[in-house]
C-alpha cells in the first residue's frame, strides 16, 4: 500500500514537472514575437526600417561615394488609393539630408485610414537608412475624393557597409479603417 | 430483450472489462489502448490515402478534370494534417502503449486514466477536421503547413475548426507523451537500468521530450492564426505591425522537431529488428543512444532550411545549411550500425526484416536528397517543387509507414498468438516496395525540371511522368487493402499459433512472455539479468 502511495506521489511530481514545461513552452512560442521584433531590429533582417524619427545633428557628409535608393510603392489587395513616389530613385551621398514625396489620392466615395509599411532590400540596409519625418510613422487618413502629398525626409548613415551602392525601399499602402474608426469618424 | 442480452453475453469473452463498446471506451489497459491507437491509425492511413488519390486522379493529367482547385487545395492540406496528426503519430502511440510497458518489465502505463483520455479525444478532433470539409465555404485549403497570411487574411471561417482540432490532437499527444515519460522514467522494474533498455524505449523517451517541447509550440502558433484572424491581433499581419515572415519561424520552430518525432521511433523499431533477423546483437548500442540524443538537440537549431528563399541574410543561410548537414552525422552513424549488425550475421528474411531492409535502403535515399535541398543555393531551384515532395514521402512514407509495418508484422504475432497471413504479407511487401518508388521516385525528376507542388494543373511536359505517378500511387493505395485484409483475419485470430519467442533470435523481455501476451503482464516485476 506505502508503496503504491510512494510510487503516486513520484508520478504526480514529475507530471507537475512535465505540465510546466508544457506550458513554459506554450509561453515560449509568444515570447518569440518579442524576441523576434528586438532581434530584426538589432540586425535588421527583415528589411524593417525604425519607426521612430531619427535626429539630423552633426552627420558628417561622405562625398567619396554615392549610393542609389530606389523607391517603390504599392497598395495591398483591398486599399483602393492610388500611391505613389514623386521621385522613383535618387542618388545620394550618405550622410545628406534628403526628401522624397509621395502622392497619394483617395478617388473613392468613402473615407479611408491607411498605413504604409517599410520594407527595405537588401535587409541590412534598413539599418542605415534614418528618417527624420515620414507619413509611415502615423496612419493616414484621406477623404473621399481627397489627395495629398506626403513627405518622407531621411539620410544615408555613413556607417553603410561599402558593398552596398544601391538599395530598394518598398513602401505597402495597407487599409486599417476599421482598426481606426475613431480617426475616420472624426474626418467624415 | 433476450437478444440483447444474448448479444452482450456473446461479446463478453474478457471477464476482466465491461462488455462490448464500454470495454473499449472505459478501458484503462496499455494493450487495449494501444489497439486502440493503432486501429485508429490505419483508418486514418486508408481516409488520409483516400485523399491522395483524388490528388492523383486529378494530376494523371495536365489540365483541370475531376476536381476544383479549391477542392484540390483542401484535399492536399487535409490530406498532409491527417497523415501526420492522424496516421503517424497516433501509430507511434499505440506501439508505445503495447510495447514500452512489456520492454521494461512494467504492468502498465503510469497514468492510466490519462491513457484513455488521449486516446478518446482524437476521434473527436478529427471528426471536426473532416467535418469541415462539407462546410459552406470547405476545409482548410492553405497547406498543413497553414502559412499567414493564407490560413488568416485569404481563409475562410472554418479555420476556426480547423485551429480547434489542432489543438486537440496537441493535448492528445502531448498527454500521450507526459504518459511515456513518466512510465519509463517510473516503472521500470528493479535492474532496468538506463542502458539495458531496448532502443525502441530510449528513441521512444526522446521523442516524449520533443513532444512536450514543440507540440505547445504548435498550439501557439494556431492561437496567433486564431487570433489574427477573428480577434484583430496582428501577429502576422503586417499593417498591425506583425511579419508574416514570423509565422515561418514559429511554425518550423515547432516543424522540424516534428519531423524527427516522426523518425525517432522508426529508428527504435529497426534497431530491435535487424538484430534479430541478424542473429547478432545490435553493432553499437551506446553510439545508437548518443546518435538520437544529439539527433534530438539538433533538430532545434535547422528550422530555417525550410525558409532558405524568404530572403534571409547571408550568414544566416550559411548557419542554417551547416547545421542541417551536420544532422547527416548521428543519422549516418546509425545506418551505419544497421548495416555492421548485419554485417557477417546469419540473415533471414521474414516479412518484419524485408520492410527493416527496405526502410535502410528507402530512408537513405530520402537522407540524401534532404541533405541536396540543404544546399541553399541549390535549394532555390528545388524548394517548392516535386523534390520536396519526393523527398519527405521517402523520408516519411518509406521511412516512418515501412517501420510503422515493420513494427506490425514484428510484434503481431505476440499480440495475437497466431502468425499472421505470410502469403498475404509477402504480397503487401512487394506490391507496396514496388508502386512505392513508381510513385515516389519519378517526382525527383519532375521536381528538378520545375514542377511546383500543391498546384492542380501542369505543363505538359510533365503529362508522362505524372501518370507514372499516378499508377504508382493507385497502386500503393490497392496494396494496402492487402494489409486490410490481413490484419482483420489476424484480429479474428486465424492462423498458426506460435512460440513465446515468435522469432528466432529475438530478444528482450517481451518475446519471455506467453503468446498471446496476457491481458495483464508483469503485475509483479521481473528478472531482469
Ligand atoms: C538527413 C536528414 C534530412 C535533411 C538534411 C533534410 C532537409 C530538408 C530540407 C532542407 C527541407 C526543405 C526543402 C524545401 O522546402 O525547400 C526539408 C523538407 C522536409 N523534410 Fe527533410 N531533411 C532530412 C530528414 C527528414 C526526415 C527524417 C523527415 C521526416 C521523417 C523529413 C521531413 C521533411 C518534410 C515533411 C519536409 C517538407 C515540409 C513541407 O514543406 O511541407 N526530413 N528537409
Ligand atoms: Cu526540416
Redesign the pocket.
Known amino acids: 500500500m506505502t508503496t503504491e502511495q510512494t510510487q503516486q506521489d513520484k508520478n504526480g511530481k514529475l507530471v507537475l514537472k512535465l505540465v510546466g514545461v508544457v506550458f513554459g513552452m506554450f509561453g515560449f512560442a509568444y515570447l518569440l514575437v518579442p524576441l523576434y521584433d528586438v532581434f530584426c531590429d538589432i540586425t535588421g533582417i527583415n528589411g524593417k526600417t525604425s519607426d521612430t524619427a531619427a535626429v539630423y545633428e552633426a552627420v558628417e557628409i561622405d562625398k567619396s561615394r554615392r549610393v542609389t535608393v530606389e523607391f517603390i510603392t504599392r497598395t495591398h489587395t483591398g486599399m483602393p488609393w492610388q500611391f505613389e513616389a514623386k521621385t522613383r530613385r535618387v542618388d545620394v551621398y550618405p550622410g545628406e539630408l534628403n526628401q522624397v514625396d509621395f502622392f497619394v489620392k483617395n478617388s473613392t466615395a468613402k473615407n479611408y485610414v491607411a498605413q504604409a509599411i517599410p520594407s527595405v532590400s537588401p535587409g541590412t540596409a534598413a539599418l542605415y537608412i534614418n528618417k527624420t519625418e515620414c507619413f509611415c510613422f502615423n496612419h493616414q487618413p484621406l477623404g473621399a475624393g481627397e489627395e495629398a502629398l506626403m513627405p518622407m525626409k531621411f539620410y544615408v548613415d555613413p556607417q553603410l557597409p561599402k558593398d552596398i551602392k544601391f538599395f530598394t525601399v518598398q513602401y505597402t499602402l495597407y487599409d486599417v479603417t476599421a482598426n481606426a474608426q475613431d480617426v475616420a469618424m472624426n474626418q467624415g | 430483450m433476450s437478444t440483447a442480452a444474448e448479444e452482450l453475453h456473446h461479446d463478453d469473452h474478457h471477464h476482466h472489462a465491461p462488455s462490448g463498446i464500454k470495454r473499449w471506451l472505459y478501458t484503462t489497459n496499455h494493450k487495449d489502448i494501444g489497439t486502440l491507437y493503432l486501429w485508429f491509425a490505419f483508418i486514418m492511413f486508408l481516409v488520409g490515402g483516400a485523399m491522395a488519390m483524388v490528388i492523383r486522379a486529378e494530376l494523371f493529367q495536365p489540365g483541370l478534370q475531376i476536381v476544383e482547385p479549391n477542392f484540390f487545395n483542401q484535399m492536399t492540406t487535409v490530406h ?1 494534417l491527417i497523415m501526420v496528426f492522424g496516421a503517424v503519430m497516433p501509430a507511434f502511440t499505440g506501439l508505445a502503449n503495447w510495447l514500452v510497458p512489456m520492454m521494461i518489465g512494467a504492468p502498465d502505463m503510469a497514468l492510466p486514466r490519462m491513457n484513455n483520455w488521449s486516446f478518446w479525444i482524437l476521434p473527436g478532433a478529427f471528426t471536426i477536421l473532416l467535418a469541415s470539409l462539407f462546410m459552406e465555404g470547405g476545409g482548410p485549403a492553405f497547406g ?2 497553414f502559412y499567414a497570411p493564407l490560413s488568416t487574411t485569404y481563409s475562410n471561417d472554418t479555420t476556426a475548426l480547423f485551429v480547434f482540432s489542432v489543438h486537440i490532437m496537441g493535448i492528445s499527444s502531448i498527454m500521450g507523451a507526459i504518459n511515456v515519460i513518466v512510465t519509463i522514467f517510473n516503472m521500470r522494474a528493479p535492474g532496468m537500468t538506463w542502458m539495458k533498455m531496448p532502443l525502441f524505449v530510449w528513441t521512444w523517451l526522446i521523442t516524449a521530450f520533443l513532444l512536450i517541447a514543440v507540440m505547445p509550440v504548435l498550439a501557439g502558433a494556431v492561437t496567433m492564426v486564431l487570433t489574427d484572424k477573428f480577434f484583430g491581433t496582428s501577429f502576422f499581419d503586417a499593417a498591425g505591425g506583425g511579419d508574416p515572415v514570423m509565422f515561418q519561424h514559429i511554425f518550423w520552430f515547432f ?1 522540424h522537431p516534428e ?2 518525432i ?2 525517432l521511433p522508426a529508428f527504435g523499431i529497426i534497431s530491435a529488428i535487424i538484430p534479430t533477423f541478424s542473429r547478432k546483437k545490435l553493432f553499437g548500442y551506446a553510439s545508437m543512444v548518443y546518435a538520437t540524443t544529439s539527433i534530438a538537440l539538433l533538430s532545434f537549431i535547422v528550422w530555417a ?2 525558409m ?1 528563399t524568404t530572403g534571409m541574410p547571408v550568414a544566416a543561410e550559411l548557419f542554417f545549411m551547416f547545421a ?2 551536420l ?2 552525422v548521428p ?1 549516418g552513424v546509425k545506418v551505419f550500425n544497421w548495416v555492421a549488425t548485419m554485417w557477417r550475421g546469419s540473415l533471414s528474411f521474414e516479412v518484419p526484416m524485408l520492410f527493416a531492409l527496405a526502410f535502410i535502403v528507402l530512408f537513405t535515399i ?2 540524401l536528397s ?2 541536396m ?2 544546399i541553399v543555393p541549390v ?1 532555390f531551384q ?3 517543387t516535386y523534390f ?1 515532395v519526393a ?2 514521402h521517402y ?2 512514407v518509406t ?2 509507414i515501412f517501420s510503422i509495418m515493420a513494427a506490425v508484422y514484428y510484434w503481431l504475432p505476440k499480440w495475437t498468438g497466431k502468425m499472421f497471413d505470410i502469403t498475404l504479407a509477402k504480397w503487401h511487401f512487394w506490391c507496396s516496395l514496388i508502386s512505392v518508388n513508381v510513385l515516389f521516385f519519378p517526382m525527383h525528376f519532375v521536381g528538378l525540371a520545375g514542377m511546383p507542388r500543391r498546384i492542380p494543373d501542369y505543363a505538359l511536359q510533365f503529362a508522362d511522368f505524372n501518370q507514372w505517378i499516378s499508377i504508382g500511387g493507385f497502386a500503393f493505395g490497392l496494396s494496402q487493402l492487402i494489409f486490410l485484409a490481413l490484419l482483420i483475419k489476424a484480429c479474428r485470430k486465424q492462423g498458426e499459433p506460435v512460440t513465446d519467442q515468435v522469432w528466432e533470435g529475438a530478444e528482450g523481455l517481451e518475446w519471455e512472455l506467453p503468446s498471446p501476451a496476457p491481458y495483464h503482464t508483469f503485475e509483479t516485476p521481473p528478472v531482469i539479468k
Open positions: 498532409g498543413w503547413t516543424g519531423v524527427y516522426m523518425i532550411h525550410h532558405f542541417t548537414m544532422i547527416s543519422t530520402g537522407g534532404g541533405l535541398l540543404a535549394d528545388y524548394h517548392d520536396v523527398h519527405f523520408v516519411l521511412g516512418a
